[in-house]
Structures are given as structure tokens and as C-alpha cells.
């Protein structure tokens, strides 16, 4: 039952992740005053699978300096990184309750930079290469502020599984007393998942295309499945951390599907930030401010111990 469950979990990332990149067009497409995709289908509904034939049939073409090898191991090894810490999603039966839920996300996701990296070096482009340096310093950057975000809500709940986040949860969100973390927390997911304003290892202005501009067909789809399976993941994240996280429940879907609304919605907003202020919003701005709710989500734990113990 539990492979079951994975496989069906595996699909329906796959087709999560189809219709996820059709509702951003769609939404980008009313954003500018124009209907989107709507050919394929009734109202472009079959369009990601449209597209999806489309780039796996392409012909698959290879850069003759590229180091053959590891230019076609890593659009799979980051596909598999991004699909892997799906295993953390609470299934209603056969759930695989992880203890140490919070670590094994913080793990997975800080290994994602590293397929960025591959793909920049083995494509031995120079445009690739500074995309992957751009997105290593930038990963490094946020990790340290997304991770001490999730530290100041451990003191608090006591356990790194993602079950208890919801048992705390039950009377009061997260959101309610902790608003500019949320802000932080929703701006450091931007730049760890490299999306508009943050998306330098991928910009097209300057980069072309980034560390994946010498990706095309299959290739390119792959890295394109595991940024998007990312997103998804990190609005599921945030919905369990941070509003109420009860997943046995319609309405945390609904919730989730707002936060994936959010990604696309700030693609439409905001132009790209100066690399310079990217880097001082991390340093200067978003580690003090975890590092004081830190020390303030300390003093309510002990506040509470010694109130009721």
C-alpha cells in the first residue's frame, strides 16, 4: 500500500504540476489585458499536455564542450530532488510520520543548489556558469534565514514533525502573532525557489536563460517539473506552518492554492530586485529579524512553563 501510495503521490505532483504552469499563464495572460492559453481543449485545458508531448518529442542536442555526462545526470538528479521531499506529505492512512520532518525539508531542500550547480559547470557556458554562481550565493544566503524562521516555530511547538504544527495550531494560527516572519518566511521561498523578484540564476535579461540555457527537449522539461513540483511544495509548507495546517481538511487545499496563486501573482507585480539589495535584505534585514523572534518565541516558552508547571 505504501508504494501504492507513493506512485499515485508521484502522479499526481506530475499533473499538479501541468495544470500549476496553466493557471500561471492563464493569470499572466488576464494580468496583461490578453485571454492565455485557450486552443488545446475547452479554455486550453489539454495545453500542458499539449506542451508536455511537445518538449519530450523534441530532438535531444547536446553541446560538443559540455561534459557529457553529468550535462544529462543532472536535470534527472534534480527532478528526483524535488519529487523526493514529497515524502513528507501527510497522507490521511499509511502516512509516513516523520519525527524529524522539519530537518529532512531543511536537508532536501538545501541539496536542490547543487543541481543548479551541476547544470551551470557541465554545460561549460559562460552564461550558465554566472547563472549557477548566482543562484549558489543566493541559496546560501536565504537557507540561513529560512531555517532559523523554522527554528524560532520548533521552540514552540516542542517537535520537529510536521503532525504537531497542526496539534498547536489548533486554537490560534501561527500567522496571527508572528506577521512580518510570515513576510519573511513568503519572501525567503521566492528567493530559495529562484521566482520573480528573485531570479537571477534565470535571468533572461542578462543571462539569456540562466544555468539552463543549453538545456532544450527533455532536459529542460525535467528542471522545469522539479522548480514548479517546488513551488507547490513550499505554499504546502506554508499552509502547515503558518495557517493552521490541518490537512485532513478541504480548506487547507484551498489555502495551498492561494499561496501557488501568490508565486504567479507576484510574477506580474514586481520587477527583478539589484543583486546588491537582494544580498543586504538577507544579511542586513531578514537574519536579525528571525534571530529576535527567536529570543522572543524563547521568553513565551518559558513564560508558559512556568505559568502552568
Same mark, same amino acid.
Given at each position: ?21 496553466l493557471l500561471e499563464r492563464k493569470i499572466m @495572460? ?13 479554455? @486550453?485545458?489539454?495545453? $500542458?499536455?499539449?506542451? @508536455? ?21 543532472? $536535470?534527472?538528479? &534534480? ?21 524529524? @520532518? ?32 548566482? &543562484? ?50 513568503? &519572501? ?8 520573480? $523578484? ?89 537574519? $536579525? ?21
Amino acid at each position: 500500500m505504501l508504494l501504492i501510495t507513493s506512485l499515485l503521490l508521484l502522479l499526481m505532483i506530475l499533473v499538479a504540476v501541468g495544470f500549476f504552469t496553466l493557471l500561471e499563464r492563464k493569470i499572466m @495572460g488576464f494580468s496583461h489585458n490578453r485571454k492565455g492559453p485557450n486552443k488545446v481543449g475547452y479554455f @486550453g485545458i489539454f495545453q $500542458p499536455f499539449s506542451d @508536455g508531448m511537445k518538449l519530450f518529442l523534441k530532438e535531444q542536442i547536446y553541446p560538443t564542450n559540455s561534459n557529457f555526462l553529468m550535462y544529462f545526470v543532472c $536535470p534527472i538528479f &534534480s527532478l528526483l530532488q524535488s519529487l523526493f521531499v514529497w515524502a513528507l506529505f501527510p497522507f490521511y492512512v499509511n502516512c509516513l510520520n516523520f519525527n524529524y @520532518g522539519l530537518l529532512f525539508f531543511l536537508c532536501c531542500s538545501s541539496v536542490s543548489v547543487y543541481g543548479l550547480i551541476i547544470c551551470g559547470w557541465s554545460s561549460n557556458s559562460v552564461y550558465s556558469l554566472l547563472g549557477c554562481i548566482r &543562484s549558489v550565493s543566493q541559496a546560501i544566503s536565504y537557507e540561513v534565514s529560512l531555517s532559523l524562521i523554522l527554528l524560532g516555530y520548533f521552540f514552540l511547538c516542542d517537535s520537529y514533525s510536521l503532525i504537531s504544527f497542526n496539534m498547536t495550531q489548533s486554537l490560534s494560527w501561527f500567522i496571527f502573532f508572528s506577521i512580518p516572519m510570515f513576510f519573511c518566511w513568503l &519572501s525567503c521561498c521566492l528567493a530559495e525557489t529562484n521566482r520573480t $523578484p528573485f531570479d537571477f540564476s534565470e535571468g533572461e535579461s542578462e543571462l539569456v536563460s540562466g544555468f539552463n540555457i543549453e538545456y532544450g527537449s527533455g532536459g529542460f522539461a525535467f528542471l522545469f517539473i522539479a522548480e514548479y513540483a517546488s513551488i507547490i511544495f513550499m505554499s504546502l509548507i506554508t499552509s502547515l506552518i503558518f495557517l493552521g495546517g490541518n490537512f485532513y481538511s478541504f480548506s487547507f487545499f484551498l489555502k495551498v492554492m492561494f499561496i501557488c496563486f501568490f508565486f504567479v501573482w507576484i510574477r506580474c507585480t514586481l520587477p527583478r530586485y539589484r543583486y546588491d539589495k537582494l544580498m543586504y535584505m538577507a544579511w542586513k534585514c531578514y537574519l $536579525p529579524l528571525s534571530l529576535n523572534y527567536i529570543i522572543l518565541f524563547i521568553l513565551i516558552k518559558f513564560i508558559i512553563f512556568y505559568h502552568f508547571f
